[in-house]
C-alpha cells in the first residue's frame, strides 16, 4: 500500500485556519469592489479547485463561474508567453468582468497569456486573483489585483496544488520535502 501523504511533508507552510482566513479577506475585497457588478470567475484547472470553491461562497455577489484548463508549453515557448489550452469556456466573456482564479502565482506565464486572450476576446475587464504568490519567481511583468499572501520560493503541495498529480487532496499547504522530487 502506498504510505501517508503527510509522511512527504517538510513543513506545513500555510494552515487551513490562515487559508479560511486569507479567503475571506479576498472575498469581502472582492465583493466590495464588484458591488452592483456581475462578475464572471474563471478557475484554472486543477489546481484553483479548492480554493475556487472557498473563494465564490466568500463573495455574496450575483456571480457566475466557469473554468479552463490549460498547460504550457516548453521551455522554447516561454518567450511567447503562449500556452496550450486544454478545456476552454462553456461561457462568452464578452462585456464580462472578469476574475480569474489560481492557486499560485510562479512565472506569471499562465496569467500573462491568460488575461490577454480574454481581453482580445471582448472582456470589460480582466483582474487576477491567487492565493499565493511567489514573487521572487516573476518573469512577467503582470498586475494581480487580489493575492493572499506571498510565499517564499520553496515547491508547495497540498489545497489544490500538486506534485505528479498526489497531493492536491491534503487540506493546508506544505513544503514538499525534497528527497520526494529529487
Ligand atoms: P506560472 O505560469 O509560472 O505562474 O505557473 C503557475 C502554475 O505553476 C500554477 O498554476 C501551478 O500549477 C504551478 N506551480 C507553480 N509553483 C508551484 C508549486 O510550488 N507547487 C505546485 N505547483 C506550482
Ligand atoms: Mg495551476
Known sequence: MRHELEED??????????????????????TKDYKGKRPLLIGILKGACPFMSDLIQAIPLDLTIDFMAVSS??????????????KDLDATVEDRDILIVEDIIDSGNTLFYLKNLLLSRGAKSVELVTLLNKPDRR?????VK??????????????????????????????????VYS
Open 9 to 30: 511533508i517538510l513543513e506545513v507552510l500555510v494552515a487551513k485556519e490562515e487559508i479560511i482566513s486569507l479567503t475571506k479577506k479576498l472575498g469581502e475585497r472582492i
Open 73 to 86: 508549453y516548453g521551455q522554447s515557448s516561454k518567450s511567447t508567453g503562449e500556452v496550450r489550452i486544454l
Open 139 to 143: 518573469t512577467r511583468e503582470i498586475e
Open 146 to 179: 487580489y493575492i493572499g499572501r506571498d510565499i517564499p520560493d520553496h515547491f508547495v503541495v497540498g489545497y489544490g496544488l500538486d506534485f505528479n498529480e498526489t497531493y492536491r487532496n491534503l487540506p493546508y499547504i506544505g513544503i514538499l520535502k525534497p528527497e
